[in-house]
């Protein structure tokens, strides 16, 4: 059952693609970019990353969307959550000097990029700063979108273990620590 959902998923991705406004930036290496990304303004409460960057309301930023699709398609054949992790883990790595590129090409406004997701661990390693989503009915928004791709992620397709161990949280990295980590 999950395959056929997962090929659904597929052939309706395009369509997301397009109505979302989201492009790929550029990869290097064979592989394509893990991300797609678009300029957004951001709307939640004001902070400050670890390297003094302020990010206020309005603020010019680049969200970062997961490939879902692609990942669980890739994915699907893997039993070990660790290694799924390993794979992920590079192909983030991987996209992130794309991600930079894309930046540099758009505005000195761009502040830094942000992103929402369930898959929190490891990132600090990758230069990222997770900061809670504070508004609850956008978390529970957030969480309710990401069910789906819990679902079909989990091995053994259960809700529980989703129930209980997923939250939604914001990846922040400043477009200087971008640069200083990932620029070529």
Known sequence: MKGYLISLWNLLDPLYYVCSRLIHPPCEGAERNIFRVRLTQYKGKNIVLSDGTPINKNDTLVKIHLHNARILKELKGI??????????????????????????????????????????????????????????????????????????????????????????????????????????
């Not at 898959?119 to 928004?141: A, M, Q, T």
């Open 79 to 184: 039993k070990s959550e660790i290694k799924k992790a390993k794979i992920i883990y590079r192909y983030v790595q991987h996209s992130l000097p794309g991600v930079e590129v894309y930046i540099r090409s758009c505005s000195d406004e761009v502040k830094g990029i942000i992103g929402i997701t369930l898959l929190n661990k490891g990132c600090e390693r990758l230069g990222f700063e997770i900061v809670d989503i504070s508004n609850p009915i956008y978390k529970w928004f957030k969480w309710t979108a990401f069910l789906p791709i819990g679902i079909l992620s989990n091995k053994n397709g259960s809700i529980g273990y989703f129930l209980k161990h997923q939250q939604p949280n914001y990846l922040f990295m400043s477009t200087k620590k971008l640069s200083n980590m990932y620029k070529h």
